[in-house]
């Protein structure tokens, strides 16, 4: 039989996804639906980032790296974490990981004992709890509140503290919200890190999507020897398939992560390394993906603008938008559905993110600007006509 690790790690059943697929299948039939359901890129790879790669492999970069990623990679790496966290970051203090993900993995792994709790702000991505289970970890959630535009709350965060808690897991600019922290609540959850001896574990992968300075807690006030930074080139350089992200943290932590990467990934892909040392020196794509997300974030806003009972929650930053419907209708799955039969427009309930987003609906911006405002217009004329 499977080991108890491996099972139960994703919960099947009822996780909100059902209004994405089915408005997949009816797309693949035919019908004229907008799906904004889902969150990866419409776009390809800037090319300049393309033709490294194509070099790389042509130039015979076939081979096994470092298990922390090349010395090039990890330079990049740093460099880049000097500038998104304002901390100055040494090769020592970054290891490359095959994405995001498998960085929370490692951050998750590296801080946690079996039976040891953290806490989550929600709402939160989706893999976070799995992504604890994985550790044989307890984990709280702990919600901030639509009205507050989801921002943490300290008092209610700290509230949740055990004395078996090690680490609290943030997402900043948040997935799904759209939420950009403020320094304020910032400096609280470091206050609660720096108090209690906990690590902080910063989701930063959306850095460059936030619309202005980003802040990281890693530069807060004895925060750098407590915080591990999640970070990926999925989002700020248009590379989710290329599965390349990273941590940057203390030192002696990411030494100790190298043999993890040993027992796991065994290093990285040797030709995605050299592209993307490429794309973190030249900044490929980087510019042009956070000005087009902006400018969707604009375009959609303001075509919804004055819509009845449609109230803007969060929405700063990252790749999507929240709304809150319940004045319309209570039920954001109902809503959804309806709004797929009647418009044929594919959203994400918001209760799929747990309690503080029932009530809402998520938007993604992984579409072109006229499609957006397309919708937009269908989402106008659903809420004028829903009883
Ligand atoms: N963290 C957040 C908040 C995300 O939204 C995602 C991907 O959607 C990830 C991490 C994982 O990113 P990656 O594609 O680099 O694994």
Redesign the pocket.
């Given at each position: 039989k499977p080991s108890s690790r491996v099972t139960g790690l994703v919960p099947s059943g009822k996780d909100g996804w059902e209004v994405h697929f089915e408005a997949v299948t009816r797309k693949e039939a035919g019908e004229p639906i907008i799906i904004l359901s889902v969150?990866?890129h419409d776009f390809d790879t800037p090319k300049e980032t393309v033709e490294a790669c194509v070099e790389a492999v042509r130039a015979g970069h076939h081979h096994y790296t470092q298990l922390s990623g090349t010395p090039a990679l990890r330079a990049a790496l740093a460099k880049i974490s000097t500038q998104s966290t304002g901390v100055a970051t040494t090769a020592e203090q970054v290891i490359a990981t095959?994405?995001?993900?498998?960085?929370?993995y490692a951050a998750v792994q590296s801080v946690l004992d079996d039976g040891d709790h953290g806490i989550v702000v929600a709402p939160?991505?989706?893999?976070y709890p799995g992504t604890f289970r994985a550790a044989n970890a307890e984990f709280s959630v702990v919600e901030t509140r639509s009205e507050d535009g989801f921002q943490p709350d300290a008092a209610t965060i700290e509230a949740a503290a055990r004395p078996n808690t090690r680490a609290i897991l943030i997402?900043t600019p948040?997935?799904?919200t759209g939420a950009v922290y403020t320094r304020k609540a910032l400096e609280g959850i470091a206050d609660i890190c720096r108090r209690h001896d906990l690590w902080l574990l910063s989701?930063e992968?959306?850095w460059t999507l936030g619309g202005g300075e980003h802040v990281s807690p890693r530069s807060l006030p004895g925060m750098a020897e407590r915080t591990l930074v999640?970070n990926?080139?999925?989002?700020s350089h248009g590379m989710?398939g290329w599965?390349?992200?990273w941590l940057a943290g203390p030192e002696r932590m990411i030494q100790l992560l190298t043999d993890l990467n040993l027992v796991s990934t065994y290093g990285l892909v040797d030709f995605i390394s050299h592209a993307a040392v490429e794309a973190l020196e030249n900044g490929y794509g980087v510019k042009e993906i956070a000005e087009r997300y902006g400018g969707r974030r604009t375009v959609f806003l303001d075509a919804i603008r004055g819509m009845n009972d449609v109230t803007v929650r969060g929405s700063e930053g990252?790749?999507y938008v929240m709304l809150d419907i319940s004045a319309i209708e209570p039920d954001d799955e109902k809503f959804a559905w309806a709004l797929l039969d009647t418009e044929k427009v594919g959203v994400t309930p918001g209760s799929a993110f747990g309690e503080a987003a029932a009530g809402h609906i998520r938007i993604s911006l992984c579409q072109p600007e006229p499609v957006l405002q397309e919708a937009a217009g269908r989402l106008r004329r659903f809420a004028s006509s829903y009883r």
């Amino acid at each position: 039989k499977p080991s108890s690790r491996v099972t139960g790690l994703v919960p099947s059943g009822k996780d909100g996804w059902e209004v994405h697929f089915e408005a997949v299948t009816r797309k693949e039939a035919g019908e004229p639906i907008i799906i904004l359901s889902v969150g990866d890129h419409d776009f390809d790879t800037p090319k300049e980032t393309v033709e490294a790669c194509v070099e790389a492999v042509r130039a015979g970069h076939h081979h096994y790296t470092q298990l922390s990623g090349t010395p090039a990679l990890r330079a990049a790496l740093a460099k880049i974490s000097t500038q998104s966290t304002g901390v100055a970051t040494t090769a020592e203090q970054v290891i490359a990981t095959p994405g995001g993900q498998a960085a929370l993995y490692a951050a998750v792994q590296s801080v946690l004992d079996d039976g040891d709790h953290g806490i989550v702000v929600a709402p939160y991505y989706a893999t976070y709890p799995g992504t604890f289970r994985a550790a044989n970890a307890e984990f709280s959630v702990v919600e901030t509140r639509s009205e507050d535009g989801f921002q943490p709350d300290a008092a209610t965060i700290e509230a949740a503290a055990r004395p078996n808690t090690r680490a609290i897991l943030i997402n900043t600019p948040n997935n799904p919200t759209g939420a950009v922290y403020t320094r304020k609540a910032l400096e609280g959850i470091a206050d609660i890190c720096r108090r209690h001896d906990l690590w902080l574990l910063s989701d930063e992968v959306y850095w460059t999507l936030g619309g202005g300075e980003h802040v990281s807690p890693r530069s807060l006030p004895g925060m750098a020897e407590r915080t591990l930074v999640i970070n990926s080139m999925s989002k700020s350089h248009g590379m989710t398939g290329w599965r390349l992200g990273w941590l940057a943290g203390p030192e002696r932590m990411i030494q100790l992560l190298t043999d993890l990467n040993l027992v796991s990934t065994y290093g990285l892909v040797d030709f995605i390394s050299h592209a993307a040392v490429e794309a973190l020196e030249n900044g490929y794509g980087v510019k042009e993906i956070a000005e087009r997300y902006g400018g969707r974030r604009t375009v959609f806003l303001d075509a919804i603008r004055g819509m009845n009972d449609v109230t803007v929650r969060g929405s700063e930053g990252g790749m999507y938008v929240m709304l809150d419907i319940s004045a319309i209708e209570p039920d954001d799955e109902k809503f959804a559905w309806a709004l797929l039969d009647t418009e044929k427009v594919g959203v994400t309930p918001g209760s799929a993110f747990g309690e503080a987003a029932a009530g809402h609906i998520r938007i993604s911006l992984c579409q072109p600007e006229p499609v957006l405002q397309e919708a937009a217009g269908r989402l106008r004329r659903f809420a004028s006509s829903y009883r």
